[in-house]
């Protein structure tokens, strides 16, 4: 770095490193589009499990069980809470691990409103 120049500091994960304040937006976003898409991609298939389940059943000739969905509403709000506790806590949790949990969170709600509508 030139001598006079400001140095910024960013933090990526929990390392913190020196970085030009221009590369700290790039970092920032494309981090954040990396964390949506596994958030979206773990949604996505855990929705999807949810439907196959319900049409593997459905062609066996099984009832569907009563309560279903609001088990499904109840597994939504656990993971719901989980996922902003180790998000907004403070302590060191992996972003895989929270990334995970909001998936989880959104592919059940996803999979409630679907029964509804349905």
């Known amino acids: 770095m030139p001598p006079g120049a ?3 500091h960013c ?3 929990t390392t913190v490193i ?3 304040g221009s590369v700290v937006p790039l970092l920032a976003s494309s981090q954040l589009m990396l964390r ?4 979206i991609g ?5 929705a999807s499990l949810f439907r196959l389940s319900q049409q593997i059943s459905q062609a066996w000739g099984q009832e569907t069980v009563g309560g279903y ?3 499904l509403a109840i597994v939504s709000m656990l993971f719901l809470v989980r996922a902003a506790i180790t998000e907004f806590a403070g302590r060191e949790v992996h972003v895989i691990q929270r990334d995970i949990l909001w998936g989880l969170s959104l592919g ?3 999979s409630m ?4 509508v349905r």
């Open 69 to 71: 969905t609001v088990a």
């Open 36 to 39: 949506t898409i596994r958030i």
């Open 108 to 110: 059940a709600f996803v």
């Open 113 to 116: 409103i679907a029964r509804v």
């Open 42 to 46: 773990t949604a996505t298939i855990l």
């Open 18 to 20: 020196p970085c030009a």
């Open 6 to 8: 400001a140095r910024f």
């Open 11 to 13: 933090e990526i994960a």
